[in-house]
């Protein structure tokens, strides 16, 4: 079946440094991507989206890189700081008549002072 | 310009009780998903709704289980007869037409 899912379940990176979290997904008709972050206790918030037309989107310390060939995309956090620490969600949905959303299994980001 | 607003946000329930989850979504919102999350897990989606009817519930569990999105008044996900097993974290969101789900704070489930 179609699924979204994240090659590493846990990352650790010192304050400061760039952190970056991968994804993979198998439906290649997937044309929207999302990313959200999840902090404890608390709902999955919006970062960052990208569609299949694009492979690079920059925001404010993250870009979102997207490579339809492989199926893959990532999520890069510049300057990564103790309140990046979360639980971090890819999740694709399709352009059809509504946004039904798929999430990956998540990876866990904690930020080493 | 409140987000979504899920309550109660922690609810305990003793086996075979009924579980009733509230969401009300943004302003100008029509459109409602139910999510369920497992500790250390994703988020599981179970049903997707707009005013007054059910327009996916392929994740629901065919018993004990059912949602409502009412002309008037918030979603109402509702679980009968509740067991050990369902106890889990469940999230709202809510979206315009088109574009990104808003998700609420989630509503904590304990079955004693």
Redesign the interface.
């Known amino acids: 079946g179609e699924s979204v899912g994240l090659h590493l379940p846990t990352l650790s990176v010192q304050e400061g440094d760039n952190s970056i979290i991968n994804c993979a997904y198998s439906n290649s008709a997937s044309d929207y991507f ?1 990313w ?1 972050k999840q902090e404890s ?6 970062i960052i ?1 990208i569609r299949s037309n694009m492979d690079k989107r920059q925001g404010q310390r993250v870009t979102v890189l997207l490579n339809k060939t492989v199926k893959h995309l990532s999520l890069q956090i510049a300057a990564t700081q103790p309140g990046d620490s979360a639980v971090y ?1 890819c999740a694709e949905t399709g352009e059809t008549s ?9 990876t866990s980001l904690s930020v080493i002072p | 310009n409140a987000g ?1 607003m899920q309550n109660p946000r922690h609810l305990v329930r003793r086996r075979g009780q009924e579980a009733r989850l509230r969401c009300s979504p943004m302003k100008g919102h029509s ?1 409602v ?1 139910w ?1 369920r999350q497992l500790p250390e ?5 179970m049903v ?1 709704l707009q005013k007054e009817n059910i ?2 519930e392929s994740g629901m569990p065919k018993e004990r289980f059912s949602a409502e999105f009412p002309k008037e008044g918030p979603s109402i996900l509702r679980i009968q007869q509740v067991v050990r097993g369902d106890s889990a974290a469940y ?1 709202c ?1 809510s ?1 315009p037409r ?9 509503t904590r489930l304990s079955i004693l």
């Open positions: 999302i959200y206790g608390k709902g999955p918030q919006f989206d969600f509504y946004d039904k959303v798929i999430f990956g299994p998540g | 979504v459109h998903y999510y897990e994703g988020l599981k989606f997707y327009i996916d999230f969101a979206s088109t574009g990104v789900q808003h998700f609420g704070d989630g």
